[in-house]
């Protein structure tokens, strides 16, 4: 159920209400909004002010509005983000060096949050993956196993910030350099590096310290950086 309308631009606070359902993913392109008298009756308002709700969510891109039919949302900013991402298929060396700049700028910042947001339960998860990457690598487990814990290890750093826009960007993000960082975790030397460089950021979490995570955030992605610049994947800017 949406929440009553109480302020005086109403139809603005009927879209944002509608915007953030569709931001936050709990309403997916594809789906059909209730009818302009249910959500009059939801919102407590008239039919009118929904029809300018609607109409300032068409301009925006998020929804359709169809003659005789139900609105259907067609859009968000991560329907957006994931299509583009996606759309790039097997990425070559200059478009691996972007994506990699990307997560250079955003994950710093995720690690510092998570120092301050990370619930116990969030901390007991990542030093479990952190465990369990110890145990792989005493064992000789392949390259792949420690890179799905390190994945796993940053997707729990993010999702502890609490900001599920900014988990499913990552996610994409990840997913599309996969093939990328897999050259990383076929190195042993680099798989017990990276060991490391993930216990330095997760001791700043845990220690509560948004500084030192975000510093070992930085360095592990520049050691990732200079892994895969020896391997010839990444091209630098202004390389040939």
């Given at each position: ?9 109403i ?6 209400q509608?915007?953030a ?7 997916r392109?594809?789906d ?5 008298a249910?959500?009059?009756?939801q919102?407590?308002?008239s039919?009118g ?24 949302v ?5 329907d957006?983000?994931s299509?583009n991402?996606?759309?790039l ?6 478009e691996?060096?972007h994506?990699h700049e990307?997560?250079c700028?955003?994950?710093p910042?995720?690690?510092?949050l998570?120092?301050?947001r990370?619930?116990?339960?969030d ?8 465990k369990?990457?110890?145990r792989a ?9 420690c890179?799905?814990?390190a994945n ?8 502890s910030?609490g900001n599920?826009?900014?988990?499913d960007?990552?996610e994409?993000?990840w997913?599309v350099?996969e093939d990328v ?7 042993q030397?680099r798989v017990?590096d ?5 216990s ?8 509560g310290?948004?500084e ?5 955030m930085?360095y592990?992605l ?12 990444l091209?630098s800017y202004?390389?040939k």
């Amino acid at each position: 159920m949406f929440e009553k309308v109480k302020k005086t631009r109403i139809y603005e606070t009927i879209a944002l209400q509608i915007k953030a359902r569709i931001d936050s993913g709990e309403l997916r392109r594809g789906d059909m909004l209730p009818s302009e008298a249910d959500l009059a009756e939801q919102f407590g308002v008239s039919r009118g002010s929904i029809r300018e709700a609607l109409r300032m969510l068409e301009m925006l891109g998020l929804v359709e509005s169809q003659t005789g039919k139900r609105t259907i949302v067609t859009g968000s900013l991560i329907d957006t983000v994931s299509e583009n991402l996606k759309s790039l298929g097997e990425v070559d060396s200059s478009e691996a060096m972007h994506l990699h700049e990307i997560r250079c700028i955003i994950e710093p910042g995720v690690a510092a949050l998570a120092a301050m947001r990370a619930s116990e339960e969030d901390i007991a998860q990542m030093q479990e993956y952190l465990k369990e990457m110890r145990r792989a690598m005493e064992a000789g487990a392949p390259g792949f196993v420690c890179q799905d814990l390190a994945n796993k290890f940053h997707q729990a750093i993010a999702s502890s910030v609490g900001n599920p826009i900014l988990s499913d960007i990552l996610e994409m993000l990840w997913d599309v350099l996969e093939d990328v960082t897999a050259i990383v975790y076929g190195q042993q030397e680099r798989v017990d590096d990276s060991y490391y460089e993930h216990s330095r950021i997760l001791e700043g979490i845990e220690k509560g310290m948004p500084e030192l995570a975000s510093s070992a955030m930085q360095y592990h992605l520049a050691k990732v950086e200079e892994s895969l610049r020896a391997e010839g994947i990444l091209q630098s800017y202004g390389d040939k």
